[in-house]
């Protein structure tokens, strides 16, 4: 589903944390938010999933102002794996997982066998079939992170809202991420720190800077060594990842640019 933020400023504590930032995910497409701490990435995505509200601007879906949605719209069309990962609940696995139904089931209904085979699904993608009855609050971070990824796929969302979804990976689960991402292909906003990674997921990254947007366009035309230098304080080779092609950065690990 075309998602379009246009002209989205957010003040948080008197303070202008994003201005005026516009981007566009076309339907299907990946777009990837890049930037350094502070930037103002979990910001646009909290805007996009209504956990904040705008000073100015809006976020569209399919033409559709998110703000005049009723909540339960709003979540049959919008998934999100917010960077709060909660550790407390007293719930199992599956059922975290089975919260993803909710925006389908009617009051007090409980769930149908479409429900069970979905949330089966998403067990499954994430990798978690066969923990369903594991304690939420008993899991590591990155096995949390898995189940609340399941959550927001049992959603069957038109777009997936994804705040650093492989921190706390190992880089088997990240890998196993991206591919399932990239199979889905529905649109989708997702903020990475890794930028490798984001350079072989995304169609087009959007760089934030202080709030504001910078850049935007195809990873290989946005992540130059100059750009590197400028936004994150790094000095970077581009070079082609030899066994995919991708843009493949090579940073100096010796000293900030
Ligand atoms: N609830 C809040 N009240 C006041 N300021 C906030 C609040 N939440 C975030 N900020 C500020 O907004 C700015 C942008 O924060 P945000 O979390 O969006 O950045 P980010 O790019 O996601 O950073 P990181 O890479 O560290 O996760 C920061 O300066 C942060 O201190």
Known sequence: MRTAIEDLTVTLAGREVLSGVHLIAGEGEIAGLVGPNGSGKSTLLRTVYRHLKPSAGRVLLAGRDV????????????????????????????????????????AFAGEDARDREVVAEALRQVGLAGAEQRSYAALSGGERQRVLLARAFAQ????????????????????????????????????????????????????????????????????????????????????????????LIAFDHRAPA
Do not use: W
């Not at 069309?77 to 009617?106: C, K, N, S, W």
């Not at 709030?211 to 935007?216: M, R």
């Open 67 to 106: 703000r005049s949605m009723t909540p339960t719209e709003t979540a049959r069309h919008i998934a999100a794996l917010p960077q709060e990962r909660g550790g407390d609940f007293e719930f199992t696995v599956r059922e975290v997982v089975a919260m993803g139904r909710a925006p389908y089931q009617r």
């Open 156 to 247: 069957q969302p038109e777009v997936l809202v994804l705040d650093e979804p492989t921190n706390h990976l190992d880089v088997r689960h990240q890998v196993e991420l991206l591919a399932l991402l990239r199979a889905r292909r529905r649109t989708t906003l997702i903020s990475l720190h890794d930028l490798n990674a984001a350079a072989s997921l995304c169609d087009r990254l959007h760089v934030l800077h202080e709030g504001a947007l910078v850049a935007s366009g195809p990873p290989r035309e946005v992540l130059t060594p100059e750009l590197l230098e400028k936004v994150f304080g790094v000095r970077a080779a581009v070079l082609e990842h030899p066994l995919t092609g991708d843009p």
